[in-house]
Structure formats: structure tokens, C-alpha cells
């Protein structure tokens, strides 16, 4: 993976990580690689540390630069399902109209 840097991101979980379904967890991070590593050793996000002391394995599925916190609410309210490759039924996210005013905040 690429060193990015101010970047918002996208986890998608091979499988739901609580009884609600969650299997997606959206982040910012100042050094995407960095974060990741963190997230890896169970040293970052609470669900990331569930997801793998549960074995549930993960990967990054999409990635934004020039992200900020802002940003990443906005992403966090549209919904990590919406916006993940793999499960939304828009497989062309990116040409979704909220999608482009979201990130007229990180450009």
C-alpha cells in the first residue's frame, strides 16, 4: 500500500463484527501506513481490536486523500455500506452526486 498521508479511509470486515451487522469502519488518518500498522496490532480503533481478537480478517477497501476530521464525519453519516466497493449496489460510487458534495470538503 502507498504511504498516504491526510487521508480518510475505508475498512471493510469479511464478516458482520457485532449482532447490529457493522462491517465496515470509516477513519482519518495524518499517515494511512502507520494507522494501519496500529490497527493491525490491536493498538488503534475499539472495533479493529474486537474484529481481531475475533480472527475477523479486514482490509482496506477504499481510500480518500487530502481527508480531514470534517471529512470523515461526512463519510460516516452517508455510511460505510454506501460507500464500500464490495457491498454497495451502486458499484460505481464514486459517480453518486452526495457522494461528490461530500468531498467537495477534502478537495
Same mark, same amino acid.
Given at each position: 500500500?502507498?504511504?498516504?498521508?491526510?487521508?480518510?479511509?475505508? =475498512?471493510?470486515?469479511?464478516?458482520? =463484527?457485532?449482532?447490529?451487522?457493522?462491517?465496515?469502519?470509516?477513519? @482519518?488518518?495524518?499517515? +494511512?501506513?502507520?494507522? =494501519?500498522?496500529?490497527?493491525?496490532?490491536? /493498538? %488503534?480503533?475499539?472495533?479493529?481490536? $474486537?474484529?481481531?481478537?475475533? %480472527?475477523?480478517? &479486514?482490509?482496506?477497501? !477504499?481510500? &480518500? !486523500?487530502? %481527508?480531514? !476530521?470534517?471529512?470523515?464525519?461526512?463519510? /460516516?453519516?452517508?455510511?460505510?455500506?454506501? +460507500?464500500?466497493?464490495?457491498?454497495? /449496489?451502486? !458499484?460505481?460510487?464514486?459517480? *453518486?452526486? *452526495?457522494?461528490? $458534495? +461530500? @468531498?467537495?470538503?477534502? $478537495?
Amino acid at each position: 500500500m502507498a504511504d498516504y498521508e491526510n487521508v480518510c479511509y475505508l =475498512i471493510h470486515f469479511e464478516r458482520p =463484527i457485532n449482532k447490529s451487522g457493522t462491517q465496515h469502519y470509516i477513519g @482519518f488518518a495524518l499517515h +494511512l501506513n502507520e494507522r =494501519i500498522a496500529k490497527h493491525r496490532a490491536s /493498538k %488503534g480503533a475499539q472495533i479493529l481490536r $474486537r474484529a481481531n481478537a475475533l %480472527g475477523i480478517r &479486514w482490509e482496506v477497501v !477504499r481510500v &480518500w !486523500r487530502n %481527508g480531514s !476530521r470534517e471529512a470523515e464525519l461526512g463519510l /460516516k453519516q452517508f455510511g460505510g455500506k454506501n +460507500l464500500c466497493p464490495r457491498c454497495s /449496489k451502486f !458499484r460505481k460510487v464514486s459517480a *453518486r452526486p *452526495r457522494e461528490a $458534495r +461530500l @468531498f467537495s470538503l477534502v $478537495r
